[in-house]
């Protein structure tokens, strides 16, 4: 009976409908799904990196996951919804260029599952993305002052990659580069003038962005724009003659220093006080006092040979206007400052005598006033090569006092004034004058000349009452005539002319006043003649009066040496003045910023049309190579001095430099040689002989 019971109860158990509220398979709500991002048809760049989202819900029960495939694979599931957004999602990065159909598929706890519409994106392939930079430093418009130190910045950064280096430009000029963060450049030694810096970025895929520029301002010194003067230092004599020496020293003489001349006005024959200044012991100088115990060089004339040995030609024979026959040589080559000694004297008396190098190595002396004080000798001498001296008979011609002598491209020597008529004259044989040209302006009394370039001659001032006028001929032209170029500031006579390693013309002291020798009308201030404007701008007054027995002359570090006056002294004078000293003028190039350095030079001499080697560390920054002849100055003329512009090329470690094609160009002896950078600072000179 119990069994029968078990068996009924069982059976209406199984005919019974299901419990209320329980849950069947096969009444289960699928869950529904959408994918919110990326949105259908997006864009990606690879390697890509993209993060999708989907909204999945069910209505009768829970989400357990959302899967997301691609292109039907499976590339990750979240199983919790972000209860900030209610989003399921996953982050599929590094994703390859393609085409891609990206589903979600949500799954219920019933197992119940639903795939979501597809949504198509596309991955386009790798492109780099330029860099990006800025200047941080300097700001825009800053403003400086030269020579100046000028500390440049930048930020840069890459979205895709790495920044390999920074690029500092000035314009179109590389300055240098910085590889690490932070970048910057160091720009030292900045020359006056407006700039526009920018910095160019450079990523590791080799893609470049260049910065917005970048204005800045370096504003001039007084000095780098007027020059400088030093004080007055004490010279041991009145330096009527100044010559530059083949060692870099100064040789210096007066007369023979007589304590009586103020009282009597007389100098003796027969002997002269000389000094060599050891230029190398500034700013303590020291002078070695080395006479020439045979004649009075006082308003001698005189040259160097092409050995570096200084020939002074006549002299004074103890009365003004008495010339002497003697010859003398300083060779500076003999003891520790040099020496004295007699070579074969003229054929004519000389005093107040002009000289010049030839081109074949002898030397040129006319005019001067001979013994008697009469006449002035009219026949020229040329000092051989042999020692002994030639007449020019053929060369007959009464010149003023100290005329101005230039060798020509010709090979003959061109009488530049003072006089109003100019001339050739062929020293070969017995000589031959030619005319050439007369000059814009009536005697040139005083006045000075140079010879700026390769047969390009400037005269300057002079006459009385003085001129402020100039002109300039070119000896090179078929029928070479006399042109006006830019006047001076101040008209001027006892004035020095001296060209500057740049090759402009520096003018210093002179008077403005009439009469001889004007002391009333001195002039101070320093003018600069650029030969590529003809313009004179005015430069840094000097403090003392350099008139009538003054000199000037380049020393080797690119500064002028401006000395003596007086003996006699100047009307307006105390007559008892006599300008023992000197000031040194540094051009405004000297205040520019850094100078440029040779490391080597040749120490034989070098021929003609030659190149040669100038070691240099800054031979990308040169911009310019020039030789000038060693000075020898008296009386307002530089009687040595000339300048020549040589070619050259970078080559390793320095410069490959070409002389000049021939002697008649630059004539045998020895030469300042200068390199200058892009801002005009030349080096501290090497002395080389040439020919």
């Not at 080597?600 to 030659?610: E, I």
Request: proline residues 6%; hydrophobic residues 35%; aromatic residues 8%.
């Amino acid at each position: 009976m119990k069994t029968i019971l078990i068996i009924v109860v069982a059976l209406l158990v199984c005919l019974l409908p299901p419990v209320l509220g329980q849950k069947g398979k096969k009444d289960n709500k699928q869950p529904v799904v959408n994918i919110t991002a990326p949105v259908n048809n997006a864009t990606f760049n690879a390697p890509a990196n993209i993060t999708i989202s989907a909204t999945a819900t069910d209505s009768d029960g829970t989400i357990t996951k959302v899967e997301f495939y691609s292109n039907g694979t499976l590339i990750g599931t979240d199983t919790t919804r972000d209860t900030t957004t209610n989003l399921y999602s996953i982050q599929w990065n590094n994703v390859a260029a393609g085409s891609y159909s990206l589903t979600a598929k949500a799954t219920d706890n019933a197992q119940g599952s639903t795939t979501s519409s597809p949504v198509n994106i596309t991955v386009n392939a790798q492109t780099n993305r330029p860099p990006t930079v800025s200047i941080t430093k300097p700001v825009n418009n800053a403003a400086f002052t030269a020579p100046a130190a000028i500390t440049i910045e930048a930020t840069a950064s890459d979205t895709d990659g790495t920044i390999v280096k920074v690029e500092f430009f000035q314009g179109a000029t590389r300055l240098g580069e910085d590889t690490t963060t932070p970048y910057s450049y160091e720009w030292r030694d900045v020359g006056a003038g407006s700039y526009s810096l920018t910095a160019k970025a450079t990523d590791n895929a080799n893609a470049t962005t260049t910065s917005s520029a970048v204005g800045v301002t370096v504003n001039p010194t007084t000095e780098s724009m007027y020059g400088q003067w030093s004080a007055p230092f004490a010279w041991q004599d009145v330096a009527i003659h100044l010559h530059v020496l083949p060692n870099g020293n100064v040789l210096s003489w007066a007369d023979d220093m007589n304590q009586d001349y103020h009282t009597n006005g007389t100098r003796a024959r027969g002997r002269t006080n000389a000094y060599v200044w050891d230029i190398g012991t500034s700013p303590n100088p020291h002078f070695e006092q080395i006479n020439n115990e045979s004649t009075n060089l006082f308003c001698s004339g005189h040259a160097f040979l092409p050995d570096g040995r200084l020939l002074i030609m006549g002299g004074h024979e103890g009365k003004d206007g008495h010339g002497s026959t003697d010859s003398n040589i300083f060779d500076y080559r003999v003891g520790t400052y040099g020496s004295w000694n007699r070579t074969s004297p003229m054929a004519h008396a000389r005093w107040y005598p002009s000289a010049v190098s030839l081109a074949n190595g002898e030397v040129l002396t006319l005019s001067g006033s001979d013994d008697s004080a009469a006449t002035s000798p009219e026949f020229p001498e040329v000092y051989q090569t042999d020692g002994r001296w030639r007449t020019l008979t053929g060369a007959q011609f009464r010149l003023p006092l100290y005329p101005f002598l230039h060798v020509a491209p010709n090979g003959k020597v061109f009488l530049a004034g003072p006089g109003q008529a100019t001339y050739y004259l062929d020293t070969s044989g017995t000589g031959l004058w030619t005319f050439l040209a007369n000059g814009t302006f009536s005697s040139r009394d005083y006045g000075t000349s140079v010879i700026y370039g390769d047969g390009k001659v400037l005269v300057i001032g002079g006459g009385d009452p003085p001129t402020k006028t100039a002109e300039v001929i070119n000896l090179n032209a078929a029928s070479p005539t006399w042109q006006s170029t830019g006047s001076m500031v101040n008209a001027r006579r006892q004035h020095y002319a001296t060209l500057l390693p740049d090759g402009k013309v520096l003018v210093t002291g002179g008077t403005s006043g009439a009469g001889f020798n004007n002391a009333t009308g001195a002039v101070f201030a320093a003018e600069m003649w650029d030969p590529a404007t003809g313009s004179w701008s005015t430069m840094a007054s000097m403090q003392v009066p350099r008139l009538y027995h003054s000199t000037a002359v380049l020393l080797p570090d690119g500064r002028v040496l401006s000395a003596g006056g007086g003996r006699p002294a100047a009307s307006g004078e105390d007559p008892l003045t006599e300008h023992r000293d000197a000031e040194i003028y540094s051009p405004p190039y000297m205040f520019k910023g850094a100078r440029p350095t040779i490391t080597s030079a040749p120490t034989t001499s070098v021929g003609y049309n030659q190149t040669f080697f100038v070691g240099t560390p800054e031979a990308t920054s040169i911009t310019k190579v020039t030789l000038i002849r060693l000075s020898s100055a008296t009386h307002a003329f530089n009687m040595n001095q000339r300048i020549n512009n040589l070619s050259f090329s970078q080559g390793s470690g320095g410069l490959n430099v070409t002389t000049p094609l021939n002697n008649n160009l630059c004539p045998p002896g020895h030469y300042m040689l200068f390199i200058l950078n892009g801002n005009g600072v030349p080096s501290v000179a090497k002395i080389i002989q040439v020919g």
